[in-house]
């Protein structure tokens, strides 16, 4: 089961009429619905079914292969980001360094889990694999910030500077 935000769908006629203009551009290229993707996601950030639906119609192609391909490639997500996007490294280095932990607070301090964003569309969580900071193992990003050797206790004075 496709997991979702409970945020209300907020795309304008504007960002809708972007992606309808290149979904026209790339509606007869060979292998066109992966840069179709790129650019819907590109334009609202995230691909919930409102915006799959308008590429599968514009391209011609099912709903189930729009849906298909998006859940396929992690680099596509049906879940809108928060204005601040938390994110905690899980790859060896950090992990050993006690990520998990770190991400078990950021989790409780936010109330929501991993994929997942608050209410009010402020934060949004995701567990990532190694970012190319293992000397600073463990680490969190938020936004472009990021903090090294953390500990489960400085989440919540991290996550305090975004308030």
């Known amino acids: 089961m496709a997991k979702t935000s409970g945020v209300p769908f907020t795309g304008t006629e504007e960002q809708e009429k972007q992606l309808r203009a290149k979904?026209?551009?790339?509606?007869?290229?060979?292998?066109?619905?992966?840069?179709a993707l790129q650019e819907a996601q590109g334009i609202y950030g995230y691909l919930p079914k409102e915006v799959q639906i308008i590429v599968a119609e514009e391209l011609g192609?099912?709903?189930?292969?729009?849906?298909?391909?998006?859940?396929?490639?992690?680099?596509?997500?049906?879940?809108?980001?928060?204005?601040y996007k938390v994110a905690v490294c899980l790859g060896t280095a950090c992990y050993v360094k006690g990520s998990g932990?770190?991400?078990?607070?950021?989790?409780?301090?936010?109330?929501?889990?991993?994929?997942?964003i608050t209410p009010d569309a402020k934060?949004?969580?995701?567990?990532?694999?190694?970012?190319?900071?293992?000397?600073?193992?463990?680490?969190?990003?938020?936004?472009?910030?990021?903090y090294g050797r953390i500990t489960p206790k400085e989440v919540k004075g991290i996550l305090a500077k975004y308030e």
Do not use: H, W
């Open 23 to 35: 979904l026209a551009e790339l509606k007869n290229v060979k292998g066109g619905l992966m840069p």
């Open 123 to 146: 934060y949004s969580i995701d567990a990532t694999r190694c970012i190319g900071c293992c000397g600073l193992a463990p680490v969190m990003t938020v936004n472009d910030d990021v």
């Open 101 to 116: 932990d770190v991400l078990a607070e950021i989790e409780k301090v936010l109330g929501i889990k991993a994929g997942e």
């Open 61 to 83: 192609v099912s709903l189930s292969e729009v849906y298909g391909v998006v859940s396929f490639y992690s680099q596509f997500t049906i879940v809108p980001k928060g204005k």
